[in-house]
């Protein structure tokens, strides 16, 4: 068992990364579906939260079905940091988490996600402010370093674990790799290898598949895994991981017919939680990855991006299972999705 302060997961748990524009309550929930276990918010920005502006309150939207779950901030300023904290208590999600990873411009420019990589003594400072401000476990995501000159993920370890957080996540690039390259999981291993290091550490990056969960898991000894790109359009990845761990053996990849029940579990939701406008329009950047691998499927997803309408949709997804059934899908690594303009920490 792994522990965040009172929070119980499994042996070698499954975390679901943070991803804006991609963790929100309907993607968390066909993710908890097929077995994540640990799930965090789309990250708030802390000014966002002061000002009370309506993205970044929605944002704080969780739900019982998916605990346990986090709520993720970023920012550059001490107190408005601690201010957040305060209003994230008062939804009453399992944890809080602290993003230092997200390397795009215009985070980084206001001095927050992977910007504070250059500063680790305003990093402590940050994280401090909110540890005391919150009842709540805080925890922290963040990259080995700014640049291959500057990895200080050691030293960032042990800094914060003395301020008070109780697990870390941590991406194997640096910010200016942003998600190119290849994840170096070296420095992970390192920081689980610290005997001053109390709390889970967990890994991220580069996980395409349950032989290389497996591998990495062995080689690096990390508590768990974080996933992010891998699942974008194919959830099944966190059961499938699990099932290889614990037997070596693979689970028969989705059918046509479980791939477009968790479309439309998907849809559903998204419909049900942002409204049919907001709903289906943002639905659409899904279908691509969760149909992928199809032959010839282009002239049924020019139709799923441009009904306006739930039941048509549906019956779309049903046209697609029976044009499509008995096709056997291929066992390959997941190409991981390019997600430069987005944060994946």
Same mark, same amino acid.
């Given at each position: 068992?792994v522990?965040?302060e009172n929070i119980e ?10 991803m804006?524009d991609?963790s929100d309550?309907?993607?968390?929930a066909?993710?908890?579906t ?5 799930m ?6 802390s000014e966002?939260?002061i000002?009370?502006?309506i993205k970044?309150?929605?944002?704080l939207?969780?739900f019982?079905?998916?605990?346990p779950?986090g709520i993720?901030?970023f920012?550059?300023d001490?107190e408005?940091?601690g201010?957040?904290a305060k209003?994230?208590d008062?939804v009453?999600p399992?944890l809080?988490?602290?993003n ?6 215009k ?7 992977a ?12 994280? /401090? ?8 476990p805080?925890t922290?995501?963040?990259r ?5 000159n500057t990895?200080n993920i ?7 674990q ?9 991406h194997?690039?640096?910010r200016?790799?942003?998600?190119k390259?290849v994840?170096d999981?070296t420095?992970?291993a390192?920081v689980?290898?610290?005997p001053r290091?109390?709390?889970p550490?967990?890994?991220n990056?580069?996980?395409?598949s349950?032989?290389?969960a497996l591998?990495?898991?062995n080689r690096?000894?990390?508590d ?5 790109r891998a ?10 991981? /699990?099932h290889?761990v ?5 689970l028969?990849?989705?059918n046509?017919?479980?791939?477009v ?6 849809l559903?939701r ?9 709903g289906?329009n943002e ?5 691509t990855?969760y149909?992928k691998g199809?032959?010839n499927i /282009?002239?049924?997803?020019?139709k799923l991006v441009?009904?306006?309408?739930v039941?048509?949709i ?7 299972v029976k044009?499509y059934?008995?096709f ?5 690594p ?7 303009e987005?944060?994946?920490?």
């Amino acid at each position: 068992m792994v522990k965040i302060e009172n929070i119980e997961l499994p042996d070698f748990p499954l975390l679901l990364a943070p991803m804006e524009d991609v963790s929100d309550p309907p993607f968390r929930a066909v993710c908890k579906t097929n077995g994540a276990d640990l799930m965090y918010t789309e990250f708030i920005s802390s000014e966002g939260l002061i000002r009370d502006a309506i993205k970044s309150r929605q944002k704080l939207d969780i739900f019982e079905s998916e605990r346990p779950v986090g709520i993720q901030i970023f920012g550059g300023d001490e107190e408005a940091m601690g201010l957040s904290a305060k209003i994230v208590d008062t939804v009453n999600p399992d944890l809080l988490d602290i993003n230092f990873g997200c390397p795009v411009k215009k985070v980084v420019s206001k001095g927050a996600g992977a910007g504070v990589l250059k500063d680790i003594d305003l990093m402590v400072r940050l994280t /401090k402010a909110v540890v005391n401000s919150t009842k709540l476990p805080v925890t922290v995501k963040t990259r080995l370093g700014w640049d291959d000159n500057t990895i200080n993920i050691e030293e960032v370890a042990e800094r914060l674990q003395d301020v008070g957080i109780k697990a870390l996540a941590i991406h194997g690039r640096t910010r200016c790799q942003l998600y190119k390259g290849v994840a170096d999981w070296t420095h992970i291993a390192k920081v689980k290898e610290n005997p001053r290091i109390q709390i889970p550490i967990f890994g991220n990056g580069d996980i395409d598949s349950p032989e290389k969960a497996l591998a990495y898991k062995n080689r690096y000894g990390v508590d768990g895994i974080m996933i992010g790109r891998a699942a974008i359009g194919y959830p099944w990845i966190f059961n499938e991981i /699990k099932h290889f761990v614990k037997t070596g053996e693979h689970l028969p990849p989705p059918n046509i017919q479980q791939r477009v029940e968790v479309i439309k579990q998907h849809l559903h939701r998204s419909v049900e939680w942002k409204g049919p406008f907001a709903g289906i329009n943002e639905m659409r950047r899904h279908y691509t990855n969760y149909l992928k691998g199809l032959p010839n499927i /282009k002239e049924f997803r020019a139709k799923l991006v441009t009904l306006p309408e739930v039941a048509p949709i549906d019956e779309v997804l049903d046209e697609i299972v029976k044009h499509y059934d008995g096709f056997e899908f291929q066992r390959t690594p997941i190409q991981l999705i390019d997600y430069h303009e987005k944060c994946a920490v």
